[in-house]
């Protein structure tokens, strides 16, 4: 006689991506696929000094979305309404305090990585934000960084970067290091893309997919060090008039220069119980 004893093991996946070097963690879980962001709260993983609330409150807002294909590791996204930017556009931004906003450029003063998996479409403006703290027209003294891309031709996109520099204190004032990945990228596909900045060689350096695509030398002879001092919002889809269009997701913000092996690109797929349940481990037991 053949018996089955069926074990299921629950194992509660909490992959949250959080160390110790988290500046600020968005991976867009808690809303319902296809629902409106309009007037709710995206959290922070790292304990909500950063939530970010959806804007405008009414328009073109931003809306969860789902991601496909299995190399994407979670199912919900932002995705930003197309059409062409203009303030009622939606994006995601931050309401911290001064203080707070000066923590975070603080923090990545010495070194940081800015991480996300983006799909863009090529609707809009040419030029367009993926996640900034930068102002468009305010005071340089206020930006800190510009992480978007720019339209190269009809159907392919550069990652594009400004950095606010504050200049080496005698002749050199610094202003603003702009600079592009090296390969042209399709729009309408998922890329991971990452940039991280080390204060302590200068360099600068563009990700896609984990493989290296561009250094760029940012010498503190000329270019002194990333701006700190400023207190603009973190924001996600828009810079200014900069609205992006597409699906953002994994947006992840770290003190300290990451490698390809610690960016947000083989992330496992939260599993529920009742998938656990589901696809349990059977085993056969026969007894004679």
């Given at each position: 006689?053949?018996?089955?004893?069926?074990?299921?093991?629950?194992?509660?996946?909490?992959?949250?991506?959080?160390?110790?070097?988290?500046?600020?963690?968005?991976?867009?879980?808690?809303?319902?696929?296809?629902?409106?962001?309009?007037?709710?709260?995206?959290?922070?993983?790292?304990?909500?000094?950063?939530?970010?609330?959806?804007?405008?409150?009414s328009g073109n807002y931003a809306q969860f979305g789902?991601?496909?294909?299995?190399?994407?590791?979670?199912?919900?996204?932002?995705?930003?309404?197309?059409?062409?930017?203009?303030?009622?556009?939606?994006?995601?931004?931050?309401?911290?305090?001064?203080?707070?906003?000066?923590?975070?450029?603080?923090?990545?003063?010495?070194?940081?990585?800015?991480?996300?998996?983006?799909?863009?479409?090529?609707?809009?403006?040419?030029?367009?934000?993926?996640?900034?703290?930068?102002?468009?027209?305010?005071?340089?003294?206020?930006?800190?960084?510009?992480?978007?891309?720019?339209?190269?031709?009809?159907?392919?996109?550069?990652?594009?970067?400004?950095?606010?520099?504050t200049g080496n204190g005698s002749s050199n004032l610094?202003?603003?290091?702009?600079?592009?990945?090296?390969?042209?990228?399709?729009?309408?596909?998922?890329?991971?893309?990452?940039?991280?900045?080390?204060?302590?060689?200068?360099?600068?350096?563009?990700?896609?997919?984990?493989?290296?695509?561009?250094?760029?030398?940012?010498?503190?002879?000329?270019?002194?060090?990333?701006?700190?001092?400023?207190?603009?919002?973190?924001?996600?889809?828009?810079?200014?008039?900069?609205?992006?269009?597409?699906?953002?997701?994994?947006?992840?913000?770290?003190?300290?220069?990451?490698?390809?092996?610690?960016?947000?690109?083989?992330?496992?797929?939260?599993?529920?119980?009742?998938?656990?349940?589901?696809?349990?481990?059977?085993?056969?037991?026969?007894?004679?």
């Open positions: 006689m053949a018996r089955f004893l069926c074990l299921c093991v629950i194992v509660v996946s909490c992959v949250m991506q959080v160390s110790a070097d988290t500046i600020a963690y968005y991976n867009f879980e808690q809303g319902t696929i296809g629902s409106s962001m309009q007037g709710s709260v995206t959290s922070d993983n790292t304990g909500g000094i950063y939530d970010l609330s959806a804007y405008p409150t789902s991601a496909s294909g299995p190399q994407y590791p979670y199912t919900n996204q932002i995705s930003v309404q197309s059409g062409i930017a203009s303030s009622s556009d939606g994006y995601l931004s931050t309401t911290a305090s001064a203080a707070d906003l000066t923590a975070m450029t603080q923090a990545m003063a010495g070194s940081f990585t800015i991480e996300a998996w983006i799909k863009p479409t090529r609707e809009g403006t040419d030029l367009q934000s993926i996640a900034s703290v930068y102002d468009f027209g305010g005071p340089l003294a206020s930006n800190t960084l510009f992480f978007g891309l720019s339209a190269r031709n009809p159907d392919q996109y550069a990652l594009y970067i400004e950095m606010s520099m610094g202003g603003v290091a702009a600079f592009n990945n090296n390969t042209f990228l399709n729009y309408g596909v998922w890329h991971h893309v990452a940039l991280t900045w080390d204060a302590s060689t200068n360099y600068a350096q563009i990700f896609v997919d984990g493989g290296p695509q561009g250094t760029f030398d940012l010498a503190a002879s000329w270019w002194g060090s990333l701006n700190a001092s400023g207190n603009t919002q973190f924001t996600i889809g828009r810079s200014a008039s900069y609205q992006y269009t597409g699906n953002i997701d994994e947006v992840r913000l770290s003190s300290d220069v990451l490698n390809a092996d610690q960016f947000l690109l083989n992330v496992p797929e939260p599993i529920s119980a009742l998938s656990l349940l589901a696809g349990g481990l059977v085993l056969r037991l026969r007894r004679k």
